[in-house]
Nanobody
Framework: EVQFVESGGGLVQVGGSLRLSCAAS????????IGWFRQAPGKEREGVGC????????YVADSVKGRFTIASDNAENILYLQMSSLKSDDSGDYFC?????????????????????WGQGTEVTVSS
């Protein structure tokens, strides 16, 4: 059974940093892509970034570019989301998921519709 578990969320002040982890079991990242998404209360799920394990491309949404980075530990099947210079708008539940199809290119058009096997999420609260 494929399972993703997100962790690392918490309460942080504006300007602070957090590192989220996405651990996969029953699944090998390559050659799929893994995406990070977030959802604030009352808002739609938003794509934060995506890493392709087939061609190595990484895409990070404009709203977090320069503040968030994505990295991986392939041996441990863990994807990280390093978040810095956090803003109150970054608050929400953060999720990771794998693409439905392999050899997925991560570009600005990446969509949650292309992903499956969602984790339960980890909550991030940025306080001012």
């Amino acid at each position: 059974e494929v399972q993703f578990v997100e962790s690392g969320g918490g309460l942080v002040q504006v300007g602070g940093s957090l590192r989220l982890s996405c651990a996969a079991s029953g699944f090998t990242f390559e050659p799929y892509a893994i995406g990070w998404f977030r959802q604030a209360p009352g808002k739609e799920r938003e794509g934060v970034g995506c890493m392709s394990f087939s061609d190595g491309t990484i895409y990070v949404a404009d709203s977090v570019k320069g503040r968030f980075t994505i990295a991986s530990d392939n041996a441990e099947n863990i994807l990280y989301l390093q978040m810095s210079s956090l803003k109150s708008d970054d608050s929400g539940d953060y999720f990771c998921a794998a693409t439905r199809r392999p050899y997925y290119q991560c570009t600005r058009t990446f969509s949650s519709r292309d992903f499956r096997s969602w984790g339960q999420g980890t909550e991030v609260t940025v306080s001012s």
